[in-house]
């Protein structure tokens, strides 16, 4: 993930604020990370850095929901 820092604990920083995160996927935690609760709404990162779609940085729960938010609002 290019745009996010990973530390050993799963710590990320979100890759559309900046703001830390915990990403349990990241963190090879045997629960679920908690973004698999919220709607499908970006694609998520499934691989080493440099190989395209996995580039594509995990985001907060703050910023993943007001995305999610933003694709349900009607389009004028």
């Given at each position: ?15 559309r604020c900046g703001a830390e ?11 679920p990370c908690w973004c698999t ?40």
């Open positions: 993930m290019s745009a996010t820092t990973s530390s050993p604990a799963g710590l990320q920083r979100c890759g995160l915990h990403c349990a996927m990241a963190a090879g935690d045997a629960a609760e919220l709607p499908p709404a970006v694609p998520v990162p499934s691989g080493p850095t440099g190989t395209g779609a996995a580039d594509a940085a995990c985001w907060c729960r703050a910023c993943l929901t007001a995305h999610i938010a933003s694709l349900q609002r009607p389009h004028d």
